[in-house]
């Protein structure tokens, strides 16, 4: 994520508005919804919005879940061995996750 200085005016209005339709209770309940579904393999975020962010950011976690809902044999999502770290590696993850959601 990029680092960004604080935010006036509007920004602050919109940035404000946003944190305040974060639930945290909702965020527990998809945590143990992902871990249940996909095995502790896959960890824990930290608390709160951005450690909820950076544990889906790569696509993984996504990953294994969505292959957790197929059968043995028809993953649709293939999963690398090691976590991509560069930014449009990432990105093919998430629409690999997103194409095999639809």
């Given at each position: 994520?990029?680092?960004k200085g604080p935010a006036y005016?509007?920004?602050r209005d919109v940035q404000s508005k946003i944190e305040k339709k974060y639930d945290d209770e909702l965020e527990d309940r998809l945590v143990e919804w992902i871990v249940a579904q996909?095995?502790?393999?896959v960890g824990r975020p930290?608390?709160?919005r951005l450690g909820f962010q950076v544990?889906?950011?790569n696509g993984i976690v996504l990953s294994r879940l969505v292959n957790s809902?197929?059968?043995?044999?028809?993953?649709?999502?293939k999963i690398p061995d090691t976590p991509p770290t560069m930014v449009f590696k990432?990105?093919?993850?998430?629409?690999?996750f997103l194409k095999?959601?639809?």
């Open positions: 994520m990029a680092n005016g509007m920004s996909c095995g502790a393999a930290e608390r709160g544990w889906l950011k809902l197929y059968p043995d044999g028809s993953k649709p999502v990432q990105m093919e993850q998430i629409a690999q095999a959601a639809e």
